[in-house]
């Protein structure tokens, strides 16, 4: 068994998609567009399945903000050097929400970053992970 992907639902899919791609450095790998049931996927992610987890961007045709609930925690992202990670995303536009240092009561390196629709990204410093 094994993670093949995450479903986060958007208010705007293309808003989505330009965040994990130019933001995150993503690749869009696919694309459906069920017009008869109201709704639109994007699949975003640094490969696709079997080799790589996936993310599904959902949106709910006329649906334009979603209440996140106090279940949901982050997706978490291993990166090799968190510090250049979050200056690239300031600069691409994004928001970083935690600035990088280690995590409290430990030496791991981390930050995290709030997608457009408010989910949380956190970014966790792996010399063996590349971005």
């Known amino acids: 068994m094994r993670l093949l992907h995450t479903m986060l639902r958007v208010g705007d899919l293309q808003r989505a998609v330009d965040f994990y791609t130019k933001v995150l450095g993503m690749e869009l790998l696919r694309t459906t567009e069920r017009p008869e049931q109201k709704y639109s996927l994007a699949f975003v992610g640094y490969g696709r399945n079997p080799e790589h987890a996936e993310i599904e961007l959902t949106y709910n045709h006329g649906v334009e903000k979603y209440e996140l609930g106090t279940a949901y925690g982050h997706i978490a992202i291993g990166v090799p050097d968190?510090?250049?990670?979050?200056?690239?995303?300031?600069?691409s536009g994004g928001n970083v929400t935690r600035e990088?240092?280690?995590v409290q009561g430990g030496s791991t390196v981390?930050?995290?970053v709030t997608d457009p629709d408010g989910y949380k990204i956190e970014l966790?410093?792996?010399?063996?992970?590349s971005e």
Do not use: E, K, L, N
């Open 100 to 102: 990088p240092g280690p």
């Open 124 to 129: 966790i410093q792996r010399s063996t992970d």
């Open 82 to 91: 968190v510090y250049a990670a979050c200056d690239r995303i300031r600069a």
């Open 110 to 112: 981390i930050a995290f």
